[in-house]
C-alpha cells in the first residue's frame, strides 16, 4: 500500500555498486529501514545520493509492508533544503550528534509522532539560528527527546534536596554515595535547563564550553544508568572540540 510520509535520514551505508540501504526515522511508521536502488549511478538526475545524508528531511512515498526488514521507497524529494547545517562544522557535528541520539534511544518499527515532529522542527530551527547561538543545542534535544520518552529526573533541586543522583534518577537529600558526583553549580544550572520551555529560553541561559560539554555528560550517564540501549555517544568527542 502507497502511502505519503515524512522522514529524518538516520544513517545510510552502501549497498552493492549503486545501491544504498538507509535508516530512515518516519512520522507514520517510526524507524524503518529502505533498500533506494540505483541512487548512486550517473543515470540519477541531479545528487539524489546527497540526500540521504544524516539529518536531511524528506518528504516520502512509500510502499510499506508490515514485517518486512527492508521497506520499498517509491518517491522521495527534499522536505527542506538545508543553507547551513552541511556547511558549518559546529552545527553539521550538532546534527549528527542528535542523530546519533535518535538512533540510541528510538525503538524500531514503532511511530513516535511526538517525537519525530519535535525533531523535524528543531533541524529546521537548528539551520536557521545563527552560529553563535548553537551552543546550548545538544543539551536541548537530549532533554526534551529524553523526556518524551519518559526519561525525567525526579523532584527539584532545593534547599531539602540540593544533590543530584544519577543512579536513584533524581534530586536527594543526602549526597551520594558512589560517583558521579556532580557539583551544586552544575546542579543548579542543569535545573534552569530541565525548567526551560523552549529553545530561546535554553539560548538565554549563559554557560561555556567546558560546563555544557560537563552537563551533557552528567545527562548522558543519566540516560545510561536508565536505558539500556543508549551506550557511548561516538560523536560526543567531535561535539566538545568544536563547542568549545
Known amino acids: ?20 540501504i538507509t535508516t530512515i526515522f518516519t512520522d507514520h511508521f517510526g524507524i524503518e529501514s529502505y533498500m533506494i536502488k540505483g541512487v548512486r549511478t550517473a543515470k540519477m538526475s541531479g545528487n539524489k545520493a546527497g540526500l540521504f545524508q544524516p539529518a536531511t528531511l524528506l518528504d516520502l512515498v ?11 521507497l517509491k518517491e522521495f524529494e527534499a522536505a527542506t ?3 547551513t547545517i552541511q556547511e558549518d562544522v559546529a552545527k553539521n557535528a550538532v546534527a549528527l550528534f ?5 538512533l540510541r534511544l528510538l525503538p524500531e518499527n514503532a511511530p513516535m509522532q511526538e517525537i519525530f515532529e519535535f525533531a523535524f522542527a528543531y533541524f529546521n530551527v ?7 547561538d548553537i551552543g546550548n543545542f545538544p543539551l536541548y534535544f537530549i532533554i526534551m527527546c529524553s523526556h518524551r520518552m519518559g526519561f525525567e529526573l525526579k523532584g527539584d533541586y532545593n534547599a531539602e534536596t540540593p544533590y543530584l543522583n544519577l543512579h536513584e534518577g533524581g534530586y536527594t537529600a543526602h549526597p551520594p554515595a558512589l560517583p ?11 535545573t534552569q535547563l530541565l525548567h526551560a520551555p523552549d529553545i530561546e ?3 538565554q541561559i549563559a554557560m561555556n564550553g567546558t560546563m555544557r560539554a560537563r552537563l551533557l555528560e552528567w545527562y548522558i550517564a543519566f540516560l545510561q544508568q536508565h536505558s539500556q540501549h543508549m551506550g557511548n555517544i561516538r560523536s560526543l568527542s567531535v561535539l566538545h572540540t568544536v563547542l568549545h
Open 1 to 20: 500500500m502507497l502511502q505519503k510520509t515524512q522522514g529524518i535520514v538516520l544513517r545510510s551505508v552502501k549497498y552493492g555498486e549503486t545501491s544504498l
Open 62 to 72: 512509500v510502499n510499506h509492508q508490515q514485517q518486512r526488514s527492508l521497506q520499498h
Open 81 to 83: 533544503i538545508y543553507q
Open 98 to 102: 542528535s542523530i546519533e541520539l535518535l
Open 126 to 132: 537548528l539551520d536557521k539560528t545563527p552560529h553563535q
Open 180 to 190: 558521579p558526583f556532580i557539583p551544586e553549580s552544575d546542579v543548579r544550572i542543569l
Open 201 to 203: 529560553t535554553f539560548k
